[in-house]
């Protein structure tokens, strides 16, 4: 029986549009994540996962300890219901969030929040200076971890953190320490353009030339400085952690000494980007179906709804992938539609009206905004429906 036949057999009762996960495909890319850590923790990357039970079951395998979760909300939420360990990736300016997690002594004391300025600290102190007894406030300084060459007129990764130097960090740190009410626990660097960049891409030798060697370069530039960055902020904090990389680096980021986490969490339902790495192949796990509702033409099937795209740099690449049946595409002129989407090709002949088309989303948490539910897949059943973010009524972005 073939993956298209399991998820159909599996999920025969339901309506679509649906989004279900893959057991088994989760489960077998996660051991590769672990293996590819090297025994280093792998903290959970809450935005690829967005549903709080399949937190639960991931952090309840060997090699994954704590959450980087994406806002201050969403922490206190969790933590609420039992999680511990949770780091807050992305500077917060929720004033409301700051002054409960100031005045909450157990939230404080399992949530780290991100900053990378003193203009950060200024608004934290201005957010909590009402709050009665407050409690001590967990910092993480997020280092830029881009690669930048011929004299700064060339930059590859993400537009985040203001600080780049040792004496950076190390002035950041200092100011940090003069201020009560607050701990520095520990720094963190994403380095974007190797972890989220794919070194397969379907694209000329050139491009693909120029990527590997971009990466290669930026990660021995890495081994360096975020080295030094650590020793210099260590002269002011007894660091916890020091995390980095994602899922398309881990095995690079895991030998630098300096680093005691790696951060993944795209990798556990392997989204179509992740399709173009050499380093690893993983299981495509989570997909949504959607029913054909139309057929317009002999190789033309339109089904339901479709339009999930995923953020980043408009283009086709942040277009859902039409997975199964094999052989789908979209047209030129509609794409994936707001509430239909036409797809051409000989796979469309044997479709009729109310058969499902599986899709792979772009990315891996975005799906989740997008559906209530998870239904979990083990071979050809479905053993549990599980909530999302958005099924548990949280919309946190």
Request: with cysteine.
């Amino acid at each position: 029986m073939d993956d298209r036949q399991r998820y159909d057999r599996a999920t025969a009762a339901l309506e679509p549009p649906f989004a279900i996960l893959d057991l088994a495909a989760m489960r077998a890319n996660a051991a590769d994540l672990v293996r590819r850590a090297a025994g280093k923790p792998i903290r959970v990357a809450s935005k690829s996962v967005r549903s709080r039970s399949l937190l639960e079951r991931i952090l309840a395998m060997d090699g994954f300890q704590g959450i980087m979760a994406f806002t201050l909300p969403e922490a206190l939420w969790l933590v609420a219901h039992g999680f511990t360990d949770i780091l807050v990736a992305y500077p917060t300016a929720d004033r409301q969030a700051l002054g409960s997690l100031a005045g909450d002594a157990h939230a404080a004391g399992h949530i780290t929040v991100t900053i990378d300025s003193p203009a950060h600290l200024d608004f934290i102190e201005t957010a909590v200076a009402a709050v009665h007894r407050r409690a001590e406030i967990r910092i993480c300084i997020d280092i830029d971890a881009g690669y930048v060459a011929l004299g700064g007129k060339f930059r590859a990764g993400v537009l985040r953190s203001t600080i780049r130097e040792p004496d950076e960090a190390a002035d950041l740190a200092a100011d940090l320490a003069k201020r009560p009410g607050f701990r520095l626990a520990g720094l963190m660097a994403y380095e974007a353009q190797i972890a989220g960049v794919g070194d397969a891409p379907r694209a000329n030798a050139a491009y693909t030339r120029a990527v590997r060697l971009m990466q290669s370069q930026s990660a021995r530039d890495l081994v360096v400085r975020r080295g030094r960055i650590v020793n210099a902020v260590r002269q002011f904090a007894d660091l916890e952690f020091v995390n980095g990389g994602g899922t398309g680096s881990i095995e690079r980021t895991v030998r630098e000494k300096a680093i005691t986490e790696v951060a993944a969490g795209s990798g556990l339902f392997h989204p179509r980007l992740f399709d173009f790495y050499r380093r690893f192949t993983g299981h495509p796990a989570a997909m949504f179906a959607l029913p054909v509702v139309r057929r317009p033409g002999q190789d033309t099937v339109t089904v339901l709804g479709g339009g999930y795209l995923a953020s980043g740099t408009p283009g086709p690449s942040r277009l859902p992938q039409p997975y199964l049946p094999a052989g789908l595409r979209y047209t030129r002129d509609e794409g994936a539609g707001e509430v239909q989407t036409p797809l051409l090709g000989q796979a469309a002949q044997d479709l009729r009206i109310g058969d499902r088309v599986w899709f792979r989303h772009a990315k891996a948490g975005e799906l989740c905004e997008r559906f209530d539910t998870l239904h979990l897949v083990e071979g050809d059943t479905v053993v549990e429906s599980i909530p999302t973010y958005r099924g548990e009524g949280q919309t946190f972005l």
